[in-house]
């Protein structure tokens, strides 16, 4: 069994041996890491003994075990990190009896620590390592250096280098703890949500956490440090008021050392904000005595906001208008504020803990709730009106909102609804809809309710297979009985037709006010158009019958348009309205106090010229029309005198469309005057442009009748002219037909007047083909009279237009006008018109319209027909000298048509003949004595003869005889030419 060594009898040290422990003992003091004090005294520990080797073994926290945690020497390596039980081995004898053992002093011996340890080791020494009577550790030299053996001195001196080394270790474990205790509160306070900052006794800070700095607003801990932090943070009340140091809550614990709380209080950043703080002051205490005070606070702001909302949330749910429920997840009010008792009569009390089914009103069916419950369910809310029951038993209609509330993990808390009472506004709402569906003056539906029944009867007559009627009807004579009488007697005439009528429709019929005068009235369930006309007779009955109001006996009558649905084509309620509209105008037109059915195919026509005039609006916004220019010229002076503007449409789809294409769906339209303005504006344009290139050209312009009988059109005239002031307006003259102006030939003619005033001269275009033109050309101030040139193209094989062309050339020179002859389609027919003293033309055979820019060239390069330069008007006398020409072109084609198509034959007698009358009479007188009159009667005679003849030939002979009698035609008239020249 081990023993222990007798400490007793342990030799003493020298002074120098002493001297170099206290030494190492110091050098051990010095260092508090404690893996390094630990070796450093195995390392001294070795040089002291003089050991091969030297362990460290410390005693585990456990106590069961030991760990060599450092070593030096021999074998070192094997030692470091081993561990044993203490019941085990010479070193766990020391550590468990806390005494030292010495081996080996005069003999060899054997010791076992472990697998890795080598037997032969002459000797060991084992020391423990006791601090404040505990036991923590050992010494233990294995082996002395250079063979030896350990003796009692080396003991005495390796136990006094233990206590040593056992302060030093005890040491630099205290200082582990205290650096790791440190390092626990450092991390406490930077970590901390909370702000935490130290005072001394004098109130200056003496540390702040990083939160702390945070809320306060600053950088770094050093611009707190040392500043007196109730002038820095906390210096005035909550509300405001200055904070005196004395009162100052914090530093009272400073001085009598007790704990404060506040949560009212306001503490100040660095920019000079302020916030609410929750703060805790804490009184710190060194050896009994207040040395500072440690100030824990958080920020309330949203704390306070959240009480505010939750005060401001308590004083709407007491106050709002509204009624408020609040339910649990199963139904039961939980609670309800004011406005629900003032609203359902129910209190409070009375209510919690109840379902609101017991205000349900029966007005609505289970579906209405299960749809209410399902948009909860699915979206989280509902909204609507709602029919419910007040305590009374009442029933009323309320605007109600429900919400799900739910917390964070959306699961249902409880139902908040909200709703209010809307009787007023639904007894406003429907004075509204009465208003806005009926009449005010009679209670008849207005235009907008009878829209809605009229599109409902569609669709119902459409299923049934029924008709219906749409009939628009309008007093006649109101306005005169609105006059006469007044106002007032007039609407109680409205309001009694419109209860006769109303009393008299059938059951399902509707009659409506459509404003003003005007009803319409929808027929239901007929079979047959007809069906409604006894109906429709009782209407303009009933409209006509007297009404007395004030002893005053008021009559009128009404005229009716009616309609049917369904028709061919779709149609809706609008087109319908529309249509009887129309048709009331007919009957209006027919002599009042009729009805009229509107004519489906009429109404096409007129769609559809609806839409050409849209067509051609549209194609002056595009800009697709143009002029082309027609020359006028004198044909006796060869001279152009100006050209006239003709409108063209250059269609996008069908190209050049000519005037009778399109202009005359504009006729009498307001389209007529946008074609007229634009038309206006463009040859004005026009003369500029000429102007600027030296050509000073007149151009006619047209003016529809309708344009010019506007109360405004000289107004506008004036307005285009000052749009091109540099023109000469001479140079514009304007032409209007003659049949447009008889109707209002007054206002017609003051408007020529007018326009005179402005320089524009006016012609009176196709001049001959109205109504008393004669018996009105006086009163028309025209500058020129344009000749149809429907007496132009025929005059030379119709007498009786060669008679209308020298009436009106005549007529036009006893009025001191110009004439200019349209149609002038050959050379024939300018020289008949130079003969009757027409000297100005225009037509195919002096040019075609063309477009403006070969306008200037065509004047350059033409010349007129040497006849028309050499023809001359002739002589009254010498006039019959044409009849005779055209008389005898006209006869003998008549004989060629009689021969070829059988017709009446003409005077065959040559003694019959007009020309043969004007020969032996006038003739004869005026030249007989020229050497062509007896070649000119023999021709005559031959004419005739010829003719009688091929009468009575054979099919086979009268077609060379025609020929024969034509020649001798041309030679008559040759003949004939060469007396008026």
């Not at 190492?24 to 050991?51: H, I, M, N, P, Y």
């Not at 003949?913 to 020969?919: D, E, K, N, T």
Request: include cysteine; proline fraction near 3%; aromatic fraction near 8%.
């Amino acid at each position: 069994m081990l023993r222990g060594i007798d400490l007793n009898n342990l030799p003493e040290l020298t002074s120098e041996e002493l001297a170099l422990l206290l030494r190492l003992g110091e050098r051990l003091l010095a260092k508090f890491d404690l893996q390094g004090v630990l070796s450093l005294v195995a390392v001294t520990a070795c040089e002291v003994v003089q050991a091969e080797t030297l362990a460290v073994p410390m005693i585990d926290a456990d106590y069961t075990t030991f760990t060599y945690r450092a070593a030096c020497g021999k074998y070192a390596e094997m030692v470091v990190n081993q561990t044993f039980p203490i019941d085990e081995g010479t070193c766990g004898w020391v550590l468990k009896n806390q005494r030292p053992l010495l081996f080996g002093e005069g003999g060899e011996f054997e010791i076992n620590l472990g697998s890795r340890w080598q037997p032969g080791m002459a000797s060991s020494l084992l020391v423990p390592l006791i601090c404040r009577g505990k036991i923590i550790g050992g010494l233990s030299a294995m082996g002395k250096q250079g063979g030896g053996a350990f003796n009692l001195r080396d003991l005495t001196v390796l136990t006094l280098f233990a206590n040593q080394a056992s302060i030093a270790i005890d040491n630099a474990r205290l200082f582990q703890q205290l650096t790791a205790e440190g390092a626990r509160l450092r991390l406490i306070l930077e970590s901390a949500a909370e702000a935490i900052y130290g005072i001394d006794a004098a109130g200056c800070c003496t540390f702040a956490n990083p939160a702390c700095l945070r809320m306060l607003g600053y950088d770094s801990e050093s611009e707190l440090i040392g500043k007196p932090m109730h002038e820095t943070v906390h210096h005035t009340h909550a509300d405001g008021t200055a904070l005196p140091l004395e009162k100052c809550h914090v530093h009272h614990r400073v001085r009598y050392g007790d704990v404060a709380h506040a949560d009212t209080e306001i503490f100040w950043r660095q920019d000079q904000s302020s916030f609410p703080v929750e703060y805790w002051a804490h009184p710190a205490l060194q050896e009994g005595q207040v040395v500072g005070a440690v100030i824990t606070f958080i920020d309330i702001t949203r704390r306070k906001t959240a009480e505010a909302q939750q005060t401001l949330a308590a004083s709407v749910f007491a106050n709002i208008s509204e009624g408020v429920i609040i339910t649990d997840t199963k139904g039961s009010l939980l609670d309800v504020n004011q406005s629900f008792s003032r609203i359902t009569g129910y209190s409070r009390s009375e209510v919690l803990g109840k379902n609101p089914r017991f205000l349900k009103s029966g007005k609505h069916d289970p579906s209405f709730y299960e749809a209410m419950w399902c948009s909860l369910s699915q979206k989280g809310f509902w909204s609507g009106e709602i029919w419910n029951r007040r305590k009374s038993g009442e029933v009323y209609p309320e605007s109600l909102s429900i919400k799900v509330v739910t917390d964070d993990a959306g699961k249902t808390q409880h139902f908040v609804a909200l709703f209010s009472d809307i009787t007023i506004e639904k007894a406003y709402q429907e004075q509204l809809e009465h208003r806005a569906h009926y009449d005010c003056l009679t209670e008849l539906p207005n235009r907008i309710l009878l829209a809605d029944r009229l599109n409902q009867a569609m669709r119902q007559e459409m299923r049934r297979g029924k008709l219906l009627a749409v009939a628009y009807l309008d007093l006649d004579g109101f306005k005169e009985v609105n006059d006469q009488y007044g106002h007032n007697m007039g609407d109680t005439l409205l309001i009694n037709l419109a209860n006769r009528m109303k009393e008299m429709l059938r059951e399902g019929d509707t009659i409506a006010r459509m404003g003003g005068d005007e009803f319409a009235v929808v027929l239901l369930d007929l079979s047959e158009p007809s069906d409604c006309i006894p109906l429709l007779e009782r209407i303009l009955k009933i409209a006509a019958q007297p009404v007395i109001v004030d002893e005053t006996t008021l009559q009128v009558s009404a005229s009716l348009g009616v309609t049917f649905y369904p028709q061919v084509s779709s149609i809706n309620a609008d087109q319908l309205l529309r249509q009887s509209d129309q048709a009331m105008y007919q009957a209006k037109q027919s002599g009042k106090n009729c009805y009229h059915l509107f004519d489906t195919e009429q109404e096409q026509q007129l769609r559809g010229c609806r839409q050409r005039l849209e067509r051609i609006r549209e194609g002056l916004v595009n800009d697709e029309f143009i002029l082309y220019y027609q020359p006028k010229v004198n044909m006796h002076s060869g001279k152009v005198v100006g050209a006239e503007a003709l409108i063209r449409w250059q269609h996008p789809e069908k190209g050049l469309l000519q005037p009778a294409d399109f202009l005359h769906y504009a006729e009498n339209s307001p389209y007529a005057i946008l074609i007229d303005e634009w038309v206006m504006r463009t040859g004005m344009w026009q003369i500029e442009q000429w102007q600027l290139q030296g050509l000073n050209l007149a151009i006619s312009l047209n003016v529809s009748p309708i344009n010019l009988q506007q109360a405004d059109f000289v107004e506008r005239l004036q307005s285009l002219l000052e749009e091109r002031s540099s023109i000469d307006r001479t140079l514009i003259e304007l032409e209007v037909l003659e049949t447009g102006v008889l109707s209002d030939i007054p206002h017609v003619s003051k408007a020529i007047e007018a326009c005179k005033k402005l320089g524009i001269q006016f012609a009176l275009d196709d001049f001959g083909t109205g109504y008393s033109s004669l018996a009105h050309l006086r009163r028309l101030p025209a500058r020129t009279l344009k000749i149809d040139r429907t007496f132009v193209r025929d005059m030379l094989e119709n007498p009786d237009d060669l008679a209308i062309l020298e009436g009106v050339v005549g007529l036009a020179s006893s009025f001191g006008l110009k004439t200019v002859a349209e149609g002038v389609e050959s050379i024939d027919h300018g020289e008949i018109l130079l003969f009757l003293g027409c000297e100005l033309g225009q037509g195919y055979g002096i040019a075609r319209p063309m477009p403006a820019a070969e306008l200037a060239g065509w004047v350059e390069q033409w010349q007129a027909d040497p006849r028309w330069l050499a023809a001359n008007a002739l002589h009254r006398d010498d006039i019959p000298l044409l009849y005779a020409v055209i008389d005898h072109r006209a006869w003998v084609n008549t004989i060629g048509d009689c021969v070829e198509h059988g017709c009446i034959l003409p005077p065959l007698d040559a003694e019959l003949c007009r020309f043969a009358q004007w020969l032996n009479g006038k003739g004869a007188e005026r030249f007989g004595s020229h050497p062509l009159f007896e070649t000119i009667c023999e021709l005559h005679h031959q004419v005739h003869e010829l003719s009688a003849e091929i009468i009575i030939a054979s099919s086979d002979e009268t077609d060379a005889m025609l020929r024969q009698l034509y020649a001798l035609r041309d030679r008559l008239i040759a003949q004939l030419f060469q007396l008026i020249y």
